[in-house]
């Protein structure tokens, strides 16, 4: 029965994230900028990964940018000139991170 338990317990602490990553992703979306130019390579990223489910991390004007079917959702503080030089070249192509959690592991690793 304990064990029952601290599954819901988890379960709904991982639930309790997941919103709070969205609430914050639909906000900073609101605030966010784009150049016309970064904005048609986000659109060419998401046509040719297709599904759209998944969150693209990119690179753009020095700054941790998450996309989601060519849209900004969020643009982090997170100075790329900071992270070390493989995770620079990996966000300059960029990052797919299938669902939520990937995403927030991505982001707490680049130390948002």
Known sequence: MNKHRITLLL???VTALNLTLAAALISQAKSADLSPASAALVSAEAEAEGDGSSYLLLAVDGKVCVYQDGTLLLRTGIDVALLPAADRADLAAGIYAEDA??????????GA
């Open 101 to 110: 959690f990937a995403l927030a592991a991505y982001l707490e690793d680049f």
């Open 11 to 13: 379960s709904a602490c």
